[in-house]
């Protein structure tokens, strides 16, 4: 343990962003779904395989590489977290998918991508960073007509009192501190309204239905032994950074509220909203 934690170069990890470092510990996913859910969404809508996928927030391409492998699409991956992007480019080669699944850095709110472009445009536990209406636009633009859009994400129920709803933005403003943006989760029928503004077709709105399981839990951290190895450099972390303390306990808190606290988190459900572009 004394000669792992002299390895660590503590400083190379601060200057990581959030994502970067959790991308760089060796975490595969933050859809704690799992890949499964993708699998219900081909069945509210089924791409036919080559479809040209834009995935957005794509981290280091778990999604990305599940649909292409699983569902024959050709997948390109945007995030604005380098690290994560670099590691996606680097699992693309080591799989032999290049021509596939690419990677790029970009924002989602200016795309680098021409009208028309995309049979799709997908997110997954990301949109709750976006300047909707900005985005809104983005992903309208770069679809084809009559392609569609795709959200994977935690979405707000409606019935929660102003108190408990006060107590999530609380924790997603925290998140700023951290990440660089607030997380700020929507409203399911926020998800309805922007595709009604922005003129999508045919929204559909369902619940996640796969569940939250061991199995899927550790191949998104990489495996058990993964895991461990996370583990150790988390708490070797934790020790000898006051920054990188500081922001995992910010992070702890916002968990709290948004998965662990029955009271808040029962209000906080996993939620696939689909619309079409018309033609
Ligand atoms: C919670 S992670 C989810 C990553 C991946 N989709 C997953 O489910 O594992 C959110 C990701 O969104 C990215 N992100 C946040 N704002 C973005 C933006 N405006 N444009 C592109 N990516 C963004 C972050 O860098 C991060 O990798």
């Known amino acids: 343990m004394g000669k792992f934690n002299s390895e660590i170069n503590v400083k190379e990890w601060e200057q990581l962003s959030w994502y970067e470092m ?76 290049e021509e596939k699944v690419k990677f790029q850095i970009s924002d989602a709110h200016d795309l680098l991508f021409n009208e028309n472009e995309f049979d799709g445009v997908f997110t997954e536990y990301m949109a709750y960073f976006l300047d909707h209406p900005k985005a809104f636009k983005e992903f309208y633009r770069v679809l084809k007509p009559n392609g569609h859009v795709v959200f994977n994400e935690l979405m707000l129920k409606p019935d929660i009192s ?57 191949e998104l951290s990489g495996g058990v032994k993964n895991l461990f190895k996370i583990m150790r450099i988390m708490l070797c972390l934790y020790r000898k950074s006051s920054i990188i303390k500081k922001k995992f306990k ?24 689909i619309a079409r572009k018309g033609d």
């Open 22 to 97: 959790l991308s760089k510990l060796g975490l595969k996913s933050f859809n704690w779904r799992g890949m499964k859910t993708w699998d219900e969404i081909m069945e509210l809508y089924t791409f036919p395989p080559k479809s040209k996928i834009l995935m957005i927030g794509c981290g280091v391409g778990k999604s990305a590489f599940y649909l292409a492998e699983k569902f024959d699409l050709n997948v390109t991956g945007i995030d604005l977290a380098e690290k994560s992007i670099q590691i996606a480019k680097e699992t693309a080669r080591e799989k032999n998918l």
């Open 162 to 218: 102003e108190k408990k709803l006060n107590k999530i933005i609380e924790a997603g403003d925290s998140f700023e501190e951290i990440a660089g943006f607030k997380l700020n989760i929507p409203f399911t029928s926020d998800y309805k309204n922007w595709c009604t503004e922005f003129k999508f077709e045919d929204i559909k709105l369902s619940p996640v239905k796969n569940k939250t399981n061991i199995r899927d839990m550790l």
């Open 250 to 273: 910010i992070q702890s808190k916002v968990k709290w509220v948004v998965f662990q606290n029955r009271s808040t988190a029962k209000y906080i459900k996993p939620t696939i909203c």
